[in-house]
């Protein structure tokens, strides 16, 4: 009876690391998802419009 006790108690307890742990990961993913969207907002503001198809010759040849 006390080993089934303890081994629960350890599954828990694995359960629950493994669930933290899991939590942190996806916070640390999340944060570098907002920073990557973040730099690349703030590289588009150095244009002067929204439209970056406006800088493009749209009648003539594309290469």
């Known amino acids: 009876m006390r080993q089934s006790r303890q081994l ?3 599954i828990c307890l694995i359960l629950l690391i493994i669930l933290i742990g899991g ?21 588009l503001s150095l244009y002067p419009t929204k439209n ?10 594309r290469d």
């Not at 939590?23 to 590289?43: G, H, Y």
């Not at 970056?52 to 040849?61: C, I």
Request: some cysteine; overall charge positive; aromatic content about 12%.
């Open 8 to 10: 629960k108690l350890g």
């Open 23 to 43: 939590c942190v990961i996806l916070t640390k993913i999340n944060n570098r998802n907002a920073q990557i969207k973040e730099s690349f907002n703030k590289t």
């Open 52 to 61: 970056l198809e406006d800088f493009y010759d749209k009648e003539g040849f």
